[in-house]
């Protein structure tokens, strides 16, 4: 036990972060008030009088909150004036730190019993070990009645025995961006539509990726070997409502669906149509601005990817690009699978010892479960709501003309709605997601099986954490 506890902290320790529609009730007519006989005598009584009714006290005090400096910004840059017009006894006091800070120290501060802030903000992987640890606050009333438009991935992450522990906030839904003038080189249709008809499944998109390559000689997409960070395996775990683990906390990833996997991302090596390009480096951003005729570092036609990718290619990778990129589903694995998948994002917490979690709590009912406030955040910000109640506002209606006047927010609140709940938030996640990461790298370079580096992944992961292997 004492060994399962200390697994538990050390996950805490480690994880890192990387890089939320309402329905309004319809009026019905009042139905008709039945005539009332007239009086026939004045009362002789004097009317009772009767008190009139409390209002309860608003929140006061002082409100600590741990959040990363951008999430602040976008909060004091949008509605928090507003909340503080509205509770103007509430002093916050924000103290900034990284996603991996905040989760280390509240780890640490939840175990010694002190020191916590009055409420935090934390990605949400890391957070399913800190609700897994304990000391947070039960927040299963304020949380319920918004459960049914919740990322249910996330939610789950956030629940343990039936009680939710935290208010998710934001998610990642995974699309297909693809740049319109390699397409178009390769003799393909480049509208939206037509690169959905076009990779409709893993087997349709290496068909694409063939003719790209025959056509332009350019590489598809990147998928690195020796350093893979294991990202589109992911996803296409997400997709599929699998992951690292099954609904009694096993560890699957040596699973028939997981080797399949890897057998399909094979497919694409072996037909050498795409670029061996390590993600997060000069290279790899190059890839996304060269131009066709760049023959040092040439670009790539697509990239699956979540939400935020977008904001990356307005603001860094290929501000100049506006109109080139365009964005569409991901491929189903199978015929007629889902395309969709949701990953990660963060959530609210409230330390079990928080000196005024009634500020808190009235706080992430104004941020994150006010539809309009909610979408006002990511406006400004770029955190996608994990609450589909937010995805009524107009923003989401929008046109964007990066991306040729497509409705991209309205494409991926489509992806948010209709991705299935995955298991891949767990509190060991992400000792397992670095044994499998060893395991992707090992099959890519052909030191072994697919079968049995899953296994051989397993085996360790199990040996770590203590977990059981799904039989």
Request: proline share 7%; net charge negative; glycine share 6%.
């Amino acid at each position: 036990m004492k060994s399962k506890l200390l697994y538990k902290l050390l996950a805490v320790l480690t994880l890192a972060s990387i890089l939320l529609s309402a329905c309004g009730a319809t009026a019905t007519e009042a139905p008709a008030l039945a005539e009332v006989p007239a009086a026939t005598e004045a009362p002789t009584e004097e009317p009772v009088a009767t008190e009139a009714p409390t209002e309860e006290p608003k929140p006061s005090g002082k409100l600590l909150i741990w959040v990363q400096k951008s999430n602040m910004e976008a909060w004091q840059n949008t509605v928090l004036p507003a909340f503080q017009e509205m509770y103007p006894d509430v002093e916050i006091e924000f103290v900034n730190s990284s996603p991996q800070e905040v989760a280390e120290k509240a780890g640490l501060c939840i175990q010694a019993g002190s020191g916590c802030p009055d409420l935090f903000v934390s990605d949400t992987l890391p957070g399913a070990a800190l609700v897994d640890l304990g000391g947070l606050m039960d927040l299963t009333d304020l949380v319920s009645p918004y459960a049914a438009e919740l990322s249910a991935s996330s939610l789950a992450a956030c629940t343990k025995d039936g009680k939710i522990y935290c208010a998710t906030w934001d998610v990642s839904p995974v699309g297909t961006f693809y740049r319109r003038d390699v397409f178009e080189a390769a003799g393909l249709a480049s509208d939206p539509e037509s690169v959905n008809a076009a990779i409709a499944t893993y087997d349709d998109l290496l068909a694409t990726c063939n003719t790209i390559k025959e056509k332009t000689g350019l590489p598809c997409f990147s998928l690195n070997k020796a350093n893979s960070d294991g990202q589109l395996y992911d996803y296409m775990l997400s997709q599929q409502g699998l992951g690292y683990f099954n609904d009694k906390g096993e560890i699957t990833i040596n699973s028939p669906e997981n080797i399949a996997i890897l057998e399909k991302l094979k497919l694409f090596w072996d037909a050498d149509v795409v670029s061996d390009t390590q993600q997060w480096t000069d290279p790899w951003y190059a890839e996304f601005s060269n131009p066709l005729d760049n023959k040092e570092v040439p670009p790539t036609a697509l990239i699956i990817i979540p939400v935020w990718m977008g904001s990356l290619f307005k603001t860094w990778l290929a501000i100049d690009a506006v109109g080139n990129w365009g964005v569409a589903e991901m491929p189903a694995f199978t015929a007629g699978g889902s395309r969709s998948a949701t990953t990660r994002g963060s959530s609210y917490y409230i330390p079990e010892t928080s000196a005024n979690p009634e500020a808190a709590k009235a706080l992430i009912q104004f941020l994150n479960f006010d539809p309009a406030n909610n979408a006002a955040i990511f406006g400004a910000g770029g955190t996608f709501p994990a609450y589909a109640g937010a995805y009524a506002d107009p923003i989401f209606a929008q046109e964007d003309p990066y991306f040729g006047g497509q409705k991209v927010n309205a494409f991926f609140a489509d992806v948010a709605k209709n991705s299935p709940a995955d298991y891949l938030l767990h509190p060991f996640a992400k000792t397992v997601a670095g044994k499998v990461q060893i395991a992707i790298q090992k099959f890519a370079m052909g030191e072994m099986s697919a079968a049995d580096a899953l296994q051989e992944a397993a085996d360790a992961a199990a040996l770590e954490t203590g977990l059981n292997i799904a039989k």
